[in-house]
């Protein structure tokens, strides 16, 4: 069993960075895909970013290409999502999620654990 809990969401202008953070418990940690999606009101979960548990390389989608970084401290069972150059489009609820020994890293239904979220908004 793996717990995620999710910081360092917040208000912040369009161009701003902010730098969110997924505190994972339970064993095993670097054996996880980790996984950051978003849902804004109406729309679907989306996938954003995900970190291979085997080699460490990363995914991004098509939007967070350029601006945003995924990343891993294995030794603090830690995942970052660092988000730079902010758009409104962007606000929306941000989710960790973890994915044992995971191949597919896009579809959120192959996670098998979820955090609660946290909310970033960006104003223009």
């Known amino acids: 069993q793996v717990q995620l809990v999710e910081s360092g969401g917040g208000l912040v202008q369009a161009g701003g960075s902010l730098r969110l953070s997924c505190a994972a418990s339970?064993?095993?940690?670097?054996?996880?895909?980790m996984g950051w999606f978003r849902q804004a009101p109406g729309i679907e979960r989306e996938f954003v970013a995900a970190?291979?548990?085997?080699?460490?390389?990363?995914y991004y989608a098509d939007s967070a290409k350029g601006r945003f970084t995924i990343s891993r401290d294995n030794a603090k069972n830690t995942v970052y999502l660092q988000m730079n150059s902010l758009k409104p489009e962007d606000t929306a609820i941000y989710f960790c999620?973890?994915?044992?020994?995971?191949?597919?890293?896009?579809?959120?239904?192959?996670?098998?654990?979820w955090g609660q979220g946290t909310q970033v908004t960006v104003s223009s």
């Open positions: 999620a973890a994915d044992y020994y995971g191949l597919t890293l896009a579809e959120p239904e192959h996670y098998d654990y």
């Open positions: 339970g064993r095993a940690f670097s054996s996880y895909t």
């Open positions: 970190i291979y548990w085997r080699d460490d390389s990363t």
